[in-house]
């Protein structure tokens, strides 16, 4: 058991395309008014019964596992064991050898950990009595051979219990709630499969905000969109028996901490509150099927909570209460318990409802009364109101813990980013379409900050509405722990206490002054050299990240874009806790407020040093700083002469040349500030560089030409444009030492640094704030607005969520009385001009939508 328990890698995805595509299952009733099937069964079928629980264990294989039969007054507690091969719905028995499984029991709860292995874990027997602590492995992946096993644990378990749920989310089991046979509770436990011996560790969490103590609710792992990561529970009943109807999300943050979130509603009602009833996620929607409330005839819908848009929609009533249920692809199957209609007797009904057609009803018929209500006068019936406020929404899922194992933690500290074991496979979800979690995708919808100046004001608009990113693509080939620095006090504690102040930051009246005196400032180079020089030159990253791209000193727009999607600080208005940060270089030059801008970062770094991560950009080089402005506002502000060896601006050069040059996130996402140009061909090849790198600016050997590729390169006018071409724009007199490169380029990268899937480049101003290119394989985000104050583009930064979709976040250009670009800079090195000049923008409707 302990064997197998740590070969365990996760939840399943495959599923056979006899499931997959079979077109005709779950469609009973009509298009407009779809219902569940009842399907015909074959073989060993099992008696009809409820309380039990059915696990799918791979491909297209359920096991059902104990449960109640028999009728009112003569119920019989069982310890049955059945497989169903769900393509064909035929059942077979499982045989196990004899007093090596667990006891008769319902009201259990189990959970698959590999293919053809599940765990069970509690239950009653019956009397008032419950079944034992033990945990409980089955392994059938020899049928004719199915073995039951316990597995041994030391230490306090979470006790005997029933009306609980357990869920699997890699490396952890994790218990919660249900009825310790003298009340319900709300306690969390965990167990770490990955480290021996195995022992089960109860959960504090940091907030005293969380569930009631319930039993008989539901629980599922979300594993894409917002929520991905966290364990979703909703309703049950309390001690008292009242009927619950609330959606919580349990997470764990990166230094080992947990708390609850509890879900927003934006659209539509909360569904009626229940029990005893079952959920399955379909890719981001939580599905609650059946269950009862305080009317015991009364069948509820199957209700959909769409985590990215927060909106509860209603689907058909499976009519069922104490049943069991599961999903694989767009079929969602629900076998046994009670029907309303003789709520005495359990059934044995394999019911299945084609979840696709199901939800395109849904809103069909959303929209219908929608128009019908418009047409009418009347104003639609109002969402719930949230209890996150809308500049709030994105309490976004840090995901569980995927170290080398759990470990309670015992301070504050986030332990730094572990190395990706080789080989270590990757968890999927039940997906309805055949993609892989792995793969990198690009968010349908983008958000858009709307403002004058300092407001919160957020909305959601369709990609295809950014008039220059909607033509970019073919449609059809879209695709679809806190560590802080060792000082608590300081220069670096002092910069961000002063600067970071999102929605209040102002200049300083005197433009020749700032904040730090030199002495300051150096002091914050050495701090900062002493952490990038034990850094890769290569980064490996991990989800969730927020990847910015140029600033240019535009001091105002960085600090306008963490008032709208959260800055990098523990605060309350602040992500540090869950989120990593990485920006792309040129932190410097052309704006007036670079200083504030690399100072901040660096005492950023400093003080986040595993969570803060800083790559370099062209502007980077003494050579280019020193006459695009940094050297100047250096001299000037800092009153220092910039000549001497040991001046600010010579110290800021030395830390830039020890800064790595990329980043891989999630061994997926490959981030540089340029590009790959003609000379670039293996991530390997840019790990193999040496610090300090002094930048020439006429290359003369091949080592050389790929610096000037990763820092200056750009892809192709568009992806007709295939090869390496010359870079007139930056190389005016054609030398061929500054390229473009097209996206065949792109493609072969990719395809030669599997399982590299995008690339995430800077360096040029593009007007929506981000662009696509290679058919959606890479993308260049730019986050300074009106660059140069000439260009009136959009400034941005990618979120990559835990499940790798990437998902734009924009602002706009404002007016300012400030002049915020160095004018006279401008006059001698007019600025680069962005990618093709956008049409008018559209930005649709504001539908309030928000995340998790």
């Given at each position: 058991?302990?064997?197998?328990?740590?070969?365990?890698?996760?939840?399943?995805?495959?599923?056979?395309?006899d499931?997959?595509?079979?077109?005709?299952?779950?469609?009973?009733?009509?298009?407009?008014?779809?219902e569940?099937?009842?399907?015909?069964?074959?073989?060993?079928?099992?008696?009809?019964?409820?309380?039990?629980?059915?696990?799918?264990?791979?491909?297209?294989?359920?096991?059902?596992?104990?449960?109640?039969?028999g009728?009112?007054?003569?119920?019989?507690?069982?310890?049955?064991?059945?497989?169903?091969?769900?393509?064909?719905?035929t059942?077979?028995?499982?045989?196990?050898?004899?007093?090596?499984?667990?006891?008769?029991?319902a009201?259990?709860?189990?959970?698959?950990?590999?293919?053809?292995q599940?765990?069970?874990?509690?239950?009653?027997?019956?009397?008032?009595?419950?079944?034992?602590?033990?945990?409980?492995?089955?392994?059938?992946?020899?049928?004719?051979?199915?073995?039951?096993?316990?597995?041994?644990?030391?230490?306090q378990?979470?006790?005997?219990?029933?009306?609980?749920?357990?869920?699997?989310?890699?490396?952890?089991?994790?218990?919660?709630?249900?009825?310790?046979?003298?009340?319900?509770?709300?306690?969390?436990?965990?167990?770490?499969v990955?480290?021996?011996?195995?022992?089960?560790n109860?959960?504090?969490?940091?907030?005293?905000?969380?569930?009631?103590?319930?039993?008989?609710h539901?629980?599922?792992?979300?594993?894409?969109g917002?929520?991905?990561?966290?364990?979703?529970?909703?309703?049950?009943?309390?001690?008292?028996?009242?009927?619950?109807?609330?959606?919580?999300?349990?997470?764990?943050?990166?230094?080992?901490?947990?708390?609850w979130?509890?879900?927003?509603?934006?659209?539509?009602?909360?569904?009626?509150?229940?029990f005893?009833?079952?959920?399955?996620?379909?890719?981001s929607?939580l599905?609650?099927?059946?269950?009862?409330?305080?009317?015991?005839?009364?069948?509820?819908?199957?209700?959909?909570?769409?985590?990215?848009?927060?909106?509860?929609?209603?689907l058909?009533?499976?009519?069922?209460?104490?049943?069991?249920?599961?999903?694989?692809?767009?079929?969602?199957f629900?076998?046994?318990?009670?029907?309303?209609?003789?709520?005495?007797a359990?059934t044995?009904?394999?019911?299945?409802?084609?979840?696709?057609?199901?939800?395109?009803?849904?809103?069909?018929?959303?929209a219908?009364?929608?128009?019908?209500?418009?047409?009418?006068?009347k104003?639609?019936?109002?969402?719930?109101?949230?209890?996150?406020?809308?500049?709030?929404?994105?309490?976004?899922?840090?995901?569980?813990?995927?170290?080398?194992?759990?470990?309670?933690?015992?301070?504050?500290?986030?332990?730094a980013?572990?190395?990706?074991?080789?080989?270590?496979?990757?968890?999927?979800g039940?997906?309805?379409?055949?993609?892989?979690?792995?793969?990198v995708?690009?968010?349908?919808?983008?958000?858009?900050?709307?403002?004058?100046?300092?407001?919160?004001?957020?909305?959601k608009?369709?990609?295809?509405e950014?008039?220059?990113?909607?033509?970019?693509?073919?449609?059809?080939?879209v695709?679809?722990?806190?560590?802080?620095?060792?000082?608590?006090?300081?220069?670096?504690?002092?910069?961000?206490?002063?600067?970071?102040?999102?929605?209040?930051?102002?200049?300083?009246?005197?433009?020749?002054?700032?904040?730090?005196?030199?002495?300051?400032?150096?002091?914050?180079?050495?701090?900062?050299?002493?952490?990038?020089?034990?850094?890769?030159?290569?980064?490996?990253?991990r989800?969730?990240i927020?990847?910015?791209?140029?600033?240019h000193g535009?001091?105002?727009?960085?600090?306008?874009?963490?008032?709208?999607?959260?800055a990098?600080t523990?605060?309350?208005?602040?992500?540090?806790?869950?989120?990593?940060?990485?920006?792309?270089?040129?932190?410097?030059d052309r704006?007036?407020?670079?200083?504030?801008?690399?100072?901040?970062?660096?005492?950023?770094?400093?003080?986040?040093?595993?969570?803060?991560?800083?790559?370099?950009?062209?502007?980077?080089?003494?050579?280019?700083?020193?006459?695009?402005?940094?050297?100047?506002?250096?001299?000037?502000?800092?009153?220092?002469?910039?000549?001497?060896?040991?001046?600010?601006w010579n110290?800021?050069?030395?830390?830039?040349?020890?800064?790595?040059i990329?980043?891989?996130?999630?061994?997926?996402?490959?981030?540089?500030?340029?590009?790959i140009?003609?000379?670039?061909?293996?991530?390997?090849?840019?790990?193999?560089?040496?610090?300090p790198?002094?930048?020439?600016?006429?290359?003369?050997t091949?080592?050389?030409?790929?610096?000037?590729?990763?820092?200056?390169?750009?892809?192709?006018?568009?992806?007709?444009?295939?090869?390496?071409?010359?870079?007139?724009?930056?190389?005016?007199?054609?030398?061929?030492?500054?390229?473009?490169?097209?996206?065949d380029?792109?493609?072969?990268?990719?395809?030669?640094?599997?399982?590299?899937?995008?690339?995430?480049?800077?360096?040029?101003?593009?007007?929506?704030?981000?662009?696509?290119?290679?058919?959606?394989?890479?993308?260049?985000?730019?986050?300074?607005?009106?660059?140069?104050?000439?260009?009136?583009?959009?400034?941005?930064?990618?979120?990559?969520?835990?499940?790798?979709?990437?998902?734009p976040?924009?602002?706009?250009?404002?007016?300012?009385?400030?002049?915020?670009?160095?004018q006279?800079?401008?006059?001698?090195?007019?600025?680069?001009?962005?990618?093709?000049?956008?049409?008018?923008r559209?930005l649709?409707?504001?539908?309030?939508?928000?995340?998790?």
């Amino acid at each position: 058991a302990e064997q197998r328990l740590l070969r365990a890698p996760g939840p399943l995805a495959a599923l056979p395309d006899d499931i997959m595509n079979t077109a005709a299952r779950g469609r009973g009733g009509t298009t407009a008014k779809p219902e569940y099937v009842k399907e015909s069964q074959h073989g060993e079928i099992p008696a009809p019964r409820f309380g039990h629980t059915t696990t799918l264990v791979g491909n297209s294989r359920v096991v059902l596992f104990g449960g109640a039969t028999g009728d009112t007054g003569r119920y019989t507690i069982t310890a049955d064991c059945f497989l169903l091969e769900a393509s064909t719905d035929t059942w077979t028995r499982i045989r196990a050898e004899e007093g090596t499984g667990p006891a008769a029991r319902a009201a259990h709860a189990a959970a698959c950990v590999d293919i053809a292995q599940m765990v069970v874990y509690g239950g009653a027997t019956g009397g008032g009595s419950l079944s034992s602590e033990q945990l409980f492995l089955l392994d059938i992946r020899n049928e004719e051979h199915a073995q039951w096993m316990s597995v041994p644990v030391i230490g306090q378990t979470p006790g005997r219990r029933y009306g609980h749920t357990l869920v699997f989310n890699k490396p952890l089991l994790i218990v919660f709630g249900g009825n310790n046979g003298e009340q319900a509770e709300c306690d969390i436990w965990v167990l770490d499969v990955e480290r021996q011996p195995f022992q089960w560790n109860e959960v504090t969490v940091i907030h005293t905000r969380c569930p009631l103590p319930r039993v008989y609710h539901s629980a599922e792992v979300c594993r894409d969109g917002p929520a991905s990561g966290m364990m979703v529970v909703f309703g049950g009943r309390t001690s008292d028996n009242r009927s619950l109807k609330d959606t919580w999300g349990l997470r764990q943050h990166r230094d080992g901490r947990w708390d609850w979130v509890e879900a927003p509603t934006k659209r539509g009602s909360a569904p009626e509150p229940r029990f005893q009833h079952s959920a399955i996620f379909l890719n981001s929607k939580l599905l609650i099927v059946g269950g009862r409330g305080s009317d015991v005839n009364k069948p509820l819908p199957t209700a959909v909570y769409d985590t990215e848009t927060c909106e509860w929609r209603n689907l058909a009533s499976v009519h069922r209460f104490r049943h069991s249920c599961w999903g694989m692809g767009l079929l969602l199957f629900s076998y046994g318990g009670f029907d309303h209609k003789s709520p005495s007797a359990p059934t044995a009904d394999l019911q299945v409802l084609d979840l696709d057609r199901a939800i395109a009803a849904s809103m069909s018929t959303a929209a219908g009364q929608a128009d019908a209500a418009e047409s009418d006068g009347k104003a639609p019936a109002p969402a719930q109101q949230s209890s996150v406020p809308d500049s709030a929404m994105s309490l976004q899922a840090p995901g569980l813990h995927r170290g080398s194992g759990y470990q309670m933690p015992e301070s504050g500290a986030r332990p730094a980013t572990p190395p990706r074991r080789p080989g270590a496979p990757v968890s999927h979800g039940l997906r309805a379409q055949s993609e892989s979690m792995s793969d990198v995708r690009v968010s349908g919808q983008v958000y858009v900050s709307l403002e004058k100046d300092f407001t919160h004001l957020v909305k959601k608009v369709a990609i295809e509405e950014l008039e220059d990113e909607g033509r970019k693509i073919n449609h059809a080939n879209v695709m679809a722990n806190v560590h802080t620095g060792t000082a608590t006090s300081g220069v670096a504690t002092f910069v961000i206490e002063s600067l970071l102040q999102p929605t209040t930051w102002q200049p300083e009246p005197d433009p020749n002054r700032f904040l730090l005196h030199a002495a300051e400032v150096s002091q914050l180079c050495d701090q900062c050299m002493d952490i990038i020089r034990s850094q890769d030159m290569v980064l490996k990253l991990r989800a969730p990240i927020k990847v910015y791209g140029d600033i240019h000193g535009q001091y105002l727009d960085l600090m306008r874009l963490f008032a709208r999607y959260k800055a990098p600080t523990d605060g309350d208005q602040g992500d540090i806790d869950s989120m990593d940060y990485l920006f792309l270089g040129d932190f410097v030059d052309r704006g007036s407020f670079s200083l504030e801008t690399v100072c901040l970062l660096f005492a950023l770094k400093i003080r986040y040093p595993t969570q803060i991560h800083l790559i370099r950009g062209n502007h980077e080089d003494p050579t280019i700083n020193a006459i695009y402005g940094f050297r100047d506002e250096c001299r000037r502000r800092l009153n220092e002469d910039t000549d001497e060896p040991e001046s600010c601006w010579n110290k800021f050069n030395r830390v830039f040349e020890w800064l790595p040059i990329g980043a891989v996130i999630e061994d997926r996402i490959l981030c540089l500030h340029g590009g790959i140009g003609g000379s670039i061909n293996t991530v390997k090849e840019i790990e193999a560089i040496e610090r300090p790198l002094h930048v020439a600016q006429i290359p003369q050997t091949p080592d050389e030409q790929q610096v000037t590729d990763m820092l200056w390169s750009d892809p192709s006018e568009n992806d007709s444009v295939q090869g390496v071409t010359l870079n007139e724009t930056r190389d005016p007199d054609g030398t061929g030492r500054i390229v473009k490169f097209g996206p065949d380029r792109v493609a072969d990268f990719l395809k030669a640094n599997k399982p590299l899937s995008m690339i995430i480049r800077a360096h040029e101003c593009v007007m929506d704030g981000f662009e696509r290119f290679a058919n959606g394989k890479l993308i260049t985000v730019f986050s300074a607005t009106d660059y140069c104050g000439h260009h009136k583009n959009a400034g941005a930064l990618l979120f990559v969520r835990r499940d790798l979709t990437i998902v734009p976040k924009l602002i706009y250009p404002v007016e300012r009385t400030l002049n915020t670009w160095d004018q006279t800079n401008l006059q001698q090195r007019p600025p680069t001009p962005p990618r093709p000049v956008p049409r008018q923008r559209r930005l649709g409707e504001d539908d309030n939508e928000g995340d998790w």
